[in-house]
């Protein structure tokens, strides 16, 4: 890798780990939802939606650490 792409690589690093945290907050704040809790009394799991925000979440943090580290 060109060292002078260092950089532009640690910006985009924080801002996948600062989008997945941000998710994965958005995650835990929808399953607090009237929805997502009769979803979860009914079928004892997470609604799709919730758990693709965790997901989400999860990728860009552990990519975003991935860059910072690599740069």
Do not use: H
């Not at 060109?2 to 532009?8: D, F, T």
């Not at 801002?15 to 929808?30: D, E, N, P, R």
């Not at 758990?51 to 860009?60: R, S």
Request: proline letters at 1%.
């Amino acid at each position: 890798m060109e060292k002078g792409l260092g950089i532009p690589i640690r910006i985009i690093g924080l801002v996948l780990i600062v989008v997945g945290i941000g998710f994965a907050v958005w995650g835990y704040q929808l399953s607090g939802s009237v929805g997502s809790q009769v979803t979860q009394a009914v079928t004892g799991a997470d609604t799709d939606r919730v758990m693709t925000y965790y997901i989400i979440g999860a990728v860009g943090f552990i990519v975003g650490i991935f860059l910072l580290r690599r740069s």
